[in-house]
């Protein structure tokens, strides 16, 4: 099926009116999702794929919220460029992204790699960001968290050779807790994912970034973090596990902790009634969040 058909199709799954749309934000091009009104509610996705992989979420946050999707830089339909693809470079695109939208302060979700990119941002530009969301993120604690081989493995595996296989073997083993609640819309994701990878540069993020965008922050960094914050996180995460929440909570000062059972590294996926209500209560939240930069 062509990318733009398996796009469309997956959009149309969301539920909600929903634009494509695309912007420069400095000098790369970025592809984004827009729903919505109101105060705005950034989410950042894993690596692979693009901003469709929040296709079970946007609905949701867009009764409530402004939802801004992008394709991050190297991924979807966004611009490949050679580049380092580190946590610098990702935050410093993201910047651009959110000026060139005009949005100030937004609220802001990432998963996996996504929430490794949204902490280098908070960290970056804390006067940008009002409440921040990690689900399942990487770049936590150092002694809990480290990529295990074979999910390195897997991804040179899907970099490499790209197939049917490798992907519903990844939704297996990593993904999903429970194999039975694999549905054609997430083969359909991973259809996509596949389908960007053979883009020219769709390999870029993954050869030159190097894994440097989800390694572990020090500790002293993630102190300085004061927004309020919650992390969710599948109880069952093989690829980061739950230890790594347990110490980004006691690290970061106002960090609170919601596990999902019975899921693994994409709970929003997997669970996405109970992900979806932890989450918009948490937005929704009447709190002061004053912060200055610096």
């Not at 539920?15 to 950034?42: D, F």
């Not at 939704?171 to 694999?182: G, N, P, R, T």
């Not at 020090?218 to 102190?223: D, H, M, R, V």
């Amino acid at each position: 099926m062509h990318r733009a058909a398996i796009l469309k199709g997956l959009i149309s799954r969301i539920g909600v009116p929903t634009e494509q749309r695309s912007i420069h934000a400095g000098n790369i091009k970025t592809s984004y999702l827009a729903a919505g009104s109101g105060k705005p509610v950034l989410l950042l996705h894993g690596a692979g794929n693009g901003a469709i992989q929040w296709y079970t979420v946007i609905g949701s946050l867009s009764a409530h919220f402004q939802v801004v999707v992008p394709d991050v830089v190297g991924y979807g339909e966004s611009d490949k460029p050679s580049a380092p693809y580190d946590r610098p470079f990702f935050s410093a695109w993201l910047r651009s992204f959110v000026d060139a939208l005009g949005l100030g302060q937004i609220s802001l979700v990432g998963t996996s790699q996504g929430g490794a990119i949204a902490l280098q941002f908070t960290l970056d530009n804390p006067e940008k960001v009002d409440r921040l969301v990690l689900a399942n993120s990487a770049g936590l604690c150092k002694a809990a968290q480290e990529v295990p081989w074979n999910v390195k493995l897997r991804m040179m595996w899907q970099n490499l050779f790209p197939s049917l296989e490798s992907s519903r073997w990844f939704l297996e083993q990593y993904a999903l807790f429970d194999s039975a609640k694999i549905e054609q819309a997430m083969m359909e994701l991973e259809e996509y994912g596949r389908e960007v990878l053979r883009m020219p540069g769709g390999r870029r993020a993954f050869w030159k970034g190097r894994g440097r965008a989800v390694t572990p922050i020090p500790t002293e960094q993630l102190g300085r973090i004061l927004h309020p914050t919650l992390l969710i996180w599948g109880a069952e995460d093989r690829t980061f596990p739950l230890s790594s929440a347990r110490a980004a909570a006691e690290i970061i000062l106002n960090a609170q902790l919601q596990v999902i059972s019975k899921a693994a590294h994409t709970c929003f996926l997997e669970r996405p009634a109970e992900f979806n209500a932890t989450l918009v209560r948490f937005l929704m939240e009447r709190q002061s969040n004053q912060i200055l930069a610096g």
